[in-house]
């Protein structure tokens, strides 16, 4: 019997401003190369997350949809440890990734609230972070990898004391423009910044979070048959020259 | 120091006359920043001398064919200065508005995001906003911050200026709202009516934030909607289309309904964004004063805007140029290749210029998937081609089928030998790649150089020459 990885997408209808599909299709296309069937599940305002779920995912959405589904994803804060304490991964990008902290305060000082689940919060800032960006990180021990990706948010954020990033930035802003992390990391829970989409031109990021879905009923990441990724390489390649050349300031 | 307009005209002319002296370019924007920079005053002081006034057509797409639409309207009855070669910032208006002499009205095509400031200087009679789709994130920010920008210029344009906008996207509608004199125009035709497409704009109420309810959407978020929250709904347009045929690639037809008249148009202009641009030239033109029959005539001469399902010859078989810029834009592409028959071979280019966009993750969000059934080869190219070879090979093309060729010339070369005798071959480019790719048959001599391109078709129109 094949192995099902179960993905919870959440706010499908909202949140979906940068091409968050692709990374719905890589996941899909390399967890079925392997071998393995991917059941999509889409949880809008309202409907809760399908149980024993192996993935989470959140994508980005601009203010207005953002402040739509805001209340909705606040009210989820136990709904969502709850599952990664279940073992379940989770890919928040963006908007996703600043509403899984405990809020959003906007310029005028108004607090959208946040599920807080990631140790982390976010203000608005007077100028927007766009561009071209790539990070360093070490998703498991002494191996770094390199991501990249593009940011545009307006949005500073910040981690707790002890937070861990995803990422250190290499080129570009990351999550504030100063203090060199991108994103967070908690557990099998990744938020970061990078669209892109982020996973087509990073595929080892995509194949690590399916390892730690699958290790949710496995017991462990299972080994996954290595795929041609030239495309991917090349398509990494380019972008890393665009962060280089025409990222933000940090080196 | 203040510099007299008249010494930062001269100087500014005389900076696009060496531009083009020096063949590096068609100067359709060197001249307009020279003013601007020298006498930022100057848009509007040169735009006063336009006896008529102006008109401005802004919207995410549709811009430049629109103009030239409105422009062989309104060539029986005005001298026209326009932008026709889409030079359409601060800066190509500046450029336009140098180089045209005694004309009488002006009709200038105008970015989005540069729609305010035109808009200040220019106080346009009639106003056309034709829509507002998610484009270019990284250079406009959200599109709601758009839209709020275009509430301001709304909310400026005084009373007695004429605004028109497309009814059936609820984001103008909304910004319509509070004015008294609004002409609307739309699409009648259920037959061709479908769901809201993945990642639609608009789809919440932005007066209440419920949910529209989508009867049916034409193209993108375009079509009849209404909020079951606060009750706001589309509006019957005053001037709209009905019976409408398409004809693939070629064009299309439909029965034009203005408020006292009803005739045929036959459009030589695939798709129905192409009919959404018609009728706002037809709405535009009405608000002008044109009579029903050189509306009809005007549309119906109405050849492709440059590069905009754009039909080349070369050699003994033939090029046709879509460009693509953003999901619904090419969305629409998609459609109107299936309706004619969906190409074996095509020629995509993805560069990620400033002009096309840094953010390349549109592509992802554009419905390529019709087109894979009958295609057989993509030839990827563009700055950003192994992005856009990823896009195809996630949605199931299968791998061995893509070839990358990153320079659009050798990729138009290629696709060129894989077309027959007599063939057409597709090539859907984004903006700089089409410059490219414009410049390169300019070069082989089977194009002419856009800017001489955009002189002629200024002059075809009935625009103002400039003097030699």
Redesign the interface.
């Known amino acids: 019997m094949t192995t099902r990885i179960r993905l919870c997408h959440l706010y499908p209808d909202q949140l979906n401003i940068y091409a968050d599909r692709g990374n719905i299709a890589v996941f899909r296309r390399r967890a079925e190369r392997r071998g393995y069937e991917l059941e999509l599940i889409g949880v809008g305002v309202g409907e809760a997350l399908a149980p024993e779920c192996d993935l989470i995912y959140l994508g980005g959405g601009q203010d207005r949809e953002q402040a739509l589904i805001a209340p909705d994803l606040a009210r989820r804060s136990e709904e969502i440890s709850a599952a990664l304490e279940d073992g379940a991964a989770l890919l928040a990008v963006c908007g996703g990734y600043q509403l899984l902290g405990r809020g959003y305060r906007d310029r005028t000082g108004v607090e959208m609230p946040g599920a807080g689940v990631l140790p982390l919060e976010t203000v608005a800032g007077d100028r927007r972070m766009i561009g071209d960006v790539s990070i360093e990180c070490e998703l498991e021990p002494g191996e770094m990898l390199t991501v990249v990706g593009f940011e545009n948010h307006g949005g500073r954020t910040l981690l707790d004391d002890g937070a861990v990033p995803l990422g250190r930035v290499v080129h570009g802003f990351g999550n504030d423009g100063e203090s060199g992390f991108e994103g967070c990391r908690l557990g099998k829970a990744i938020g970061t910044y990078l669209h892109g989409p982020l996973l087509p031109r990073n595929p080892w990021l995509a194949d690590w979070l399916l390892g730690q879905a699958l290790a949710r009923k496995l017991g462990e990441p299972p080994e996954l048959k290595e795929l041609d990724d030239e495309l991917e390489y090349q398509a990494h390649a380019v972008a890393l020259g665009r962060a280089r050349e025409r990222g933000g300031k940090f080196r | 120091m203040r510099i007299p307009l008249a010494i930062s005209t001269l100087v500014a002319r005389a900076v696009g006359a060496a531009s083009r002296f020096s063949g590096k370019g068609g100067g359709t924007t060197l001249p307009g920043r020279v003013l601007n920079a020298l006498n930022p005053g100057g848009m509007a002081r040169l735009a006063t001398r336009l006896k008529q006034g102006s008109a401005i057509i802004s919207a995410t797409n549709g811009k430049t064919t629109t103009a030239a639409m409105t422009a062989a309207i309104l060539a029986p009855r005005f001298s026209l200065a326009g932008n026709p070669a889409g030079a359409n910032l601060s800066s190509g208006v500046s450029t336009a508005l140098l180089q045209t002499h005694g004309a009488d009205l002006g009709l200038f095509e105008v970015d989005e995001a540069a729609l305010p400031r035109v808009s200040e200087a220019l106080r346009p009679r009639v106003l056309c906003l034709g829509n507002l789709f998610?484009d270019q994130?990284?250079r406009y920010?959200?599109?709601?911050m758009l839209a709020e920008r275009w509430r301001g210029v709304v909310a400026d344009l005084p009373t007695d200026n004429t605004l028109v906008i497309n009814g059936d996207d609820p984001q103008l509608a909304q910004l319509a709202r509070a004015r008294e004199s609004v002409i609307r125009f739309g699409i009648e035709d259920e037959r061709y009516g479908g769901p809201l497409p993945?990642?639609a704009d608009a789809?919440?109420c932005?007066a209440c934030?419920v949910?529209y309810r989508y009867e049916l959407a034409y193209v993108g978020h375009l079509g009849k909607y209404s909020c079951p929250g606060c009750g706001f709904e589309r509006t019957k347009p005053n001037i709209w289309a009905e019976e409408v045929e398409l004809e693939g690639l070629t064009g299309s037809s439909f029965r034009l309904r203005l408020p006292e008249r009803t005739l045929s148009v036959r459009l030589g202009l695939p798709g129905l964004y192409n009919i959404y641009n018609a009728l706002a030239a037809a709405t535009l033109g009405y608000a002008l004063g044109a009579p029903a029959e050189e509306i009809v005539s005007g549309l119906e001469s109405t050849r492709a805007a440059f590069g905009r399902s754009e039909r080349i010859a070369v050699g003994d078989k033939k090029l046709l140029l879509l460009l693509i810029k953003n999901p619904t834009g090419a969305n629409e592409v998609v459609r109107t290749l299936v309706s004619g028959g969906a190409p074996k071979t095509l020629v995509i280019a993805l560069n990620?210029g400033i002009a096309d966009g840094?953010?390349?993750?549109?592509?992802?969000?554009v419905d390529f998937e019709p087109l894979l059934g009958e295609l057989e080869r993509l030839i990827a190219s563009g700055?950003?081609a192994?992005?856009l070879?990823?896009?195809f090979?996630?949605?199931?093309f299968p791998?061995g089928a893509?070839e990358?060729i990153p320079a659009p010339a050798a990729a138009l070369d290629r696709g060129l030998e894989l077309t027959e005798a007599q063939g057409e071959l597709v090539v859907c480019p984004t903006y700089t790649a089409m410059l490219e790719l414009q410049n390169e048959l300019a070069e082989r001599g089977h194009a002419d150089p856009y800017w001489q391109r955009a002189a002629r078709a200024r002059e075809e129109s009935g625009q103002a020459r400039k003097p030699r």
């Open positions: 998610r994130l990284d920010g959200e599109l709601e993945h990642a789809r919440y932005s934030g949910a990620d840094q953010d390349t993750s549109w592509i992802w969000d700055g950003r192994a992005e070879a990823l896009r090979k996630y949605a199931g791998e893509i990358l």
